[in-house]
Antibody
Framework: QVQLQESGPGLVKPSQTLSLTCTVS??????????WSWIRQPAGKGLEWIGR???????NYSPSLESRVTISVDTSKNQFSLKLNSVTAADTAVYYC???????????????WGQGILVTVSS | DIVMTQTPLSLSVTPGQPASISCKSS???????????LYWYLQKAGQPPQLLIY???NRFSGVPDRFSGSGSGTDFTLKISRVEAEDVGVYYC?????????FGQGTKVEIK
């Protein structure tokens, strides 16, 4: 049974760094069959893709956040992480981690999600 | 970025009746591999989104057959043949052909 679980501080001060971790069970973060993404959702609003990491450690980020985002993986803990620098109130949102998995010649994009973690940016 | 536009933004449906949601993309989602990278998700209240449909018309594991997807190029539709109470929530389309991944604004489906 695949499970993803986000963890990290629920409150971050403006200008500081938001740091979240996603712990994966039921699948390896090093498998070439998976990509691992972060997606966020401000309260009452839609979904915004932040970026992804895949098996070689390669990353892709949303251009709108690229200058402030780092996604990394810790294979020893089967986790991947998100760091977002210089946060403002506009970064307040529920943050989700999600898996993409390969099937045959295609991909199931975001087939499993964590429950999400609310991060509030406030002094 | 590819812009995804959904209509309507809200829908109130009598149980047992059909429902339809439209999604249009600002660019074709047909890739050179022959696949069309359009996905549908349902987000129920207080939950993360769940994958319903991948590549336009393929139901993900465990998704009831009352859900169907259709379309091509830039125009897509999600249909629920007979809406049930458990189908309430916000439906999102998403494009997977290009980074960054982008979602529609969401369509809120309620029961009358």
């Amino acid at each position: 049974q695949v499970q993803l679980q986000e963890s990290g501080p629920g409150l971050v001060k403006p200008s500081q760094t938001l740091s979240l971790t996603c712990t994966v069970s039921g699948g390896s973060v090093t498998s070439g069959s998976y990509h691992w993404s972060w997606i966020r959702q401000p309260a009452g609003k839609g979904l915004e893709w932040i970026g992804r990491i895949y098996t070689t450690g390669g990353t892709n980020y949303s251009p709108s956040l690229e200058s402030r985002v780092t996604i990394s993986v810790d294979t020893s803990k089967n986790q991947f992480s998100l760091k977002l620098n210089s946060v403002t109130a506009a970064d307040t949102a529920v943050y989700y981690c999600a898996r993409t998995s390969r099937y045959g010649s295609g991909w199931y994009l975001f087939d499993y999600w964590g429950q999400g973690i609310l991060v509030t940016v406030s002094s | 970025d590819i812009v995804m536009t959904q209509t309507p933004l809200s829908l109130s449906v009598t149980p047992g009746q059909p429902a339809s949601i439209s999604c249009k993309s600002s660019q074709s989602l047909l890739y050179s591999d022959g696949k069309t990278w359009l996905y549908w998700y349902l987000q129920k209240a207080g939950q993360p989104p769940q994958l319903l449909i991948y590549e336009v018309s393929n139901r993900f594991s465990g998704v009831p057959d009352r859900f169907s997807g259709s379309g091509s190029g830039t125009d897509f539709t999600l249909k629920i043949s007979r809406v049930e109470a458990e189908d309430v929530g916000v439906y999102y389309c998403m494009q997977g052909i290009q980074l960054p991944r982008t979602f529609g604004q969401g369509t809120k489906v309620e029961i009358k």
